[in-house]
């Protein structure tokens, strides 16, 4: 789980990087799509495959996920 979420983060990191920043109405705009098709993709990845344990969703719900959420919220 801890690896493909890393993937995520990378892949999202990545993606933010590229965006351009001479407009930042547009450029925040981008990266909000971005964060909420990250989001889905987690979601996605989460139903399909569900958790091992409680130990693993605990450390997906308490540490993972709100690392992206903070982001959707520091914009």
Avoid: H, W
């Avoid at 308490?62 to 992206?68: S, V």
């Amino acid at each position: 789980m801890e690896k493909r979420y890393n993937e995520y983060i990378g892949k999202l990191e990545e993606k933010t990087q590229e965006i351009e920043v001479g407009n930042p109405i547009l450029s925040s705009k981008k990266v909000i799509e971005l964060l909420m098709e990250c989001i889905a993709e987690l979601k996605q990845f989460v139903l399909d495959r569900g958790f091992k344990n409680i130990e693993e969703e605990i450390l997906f719900f308490k540490r993972l996920k709100p690392i992206i959420i903070a982001k959707l919220s520091y914009l």
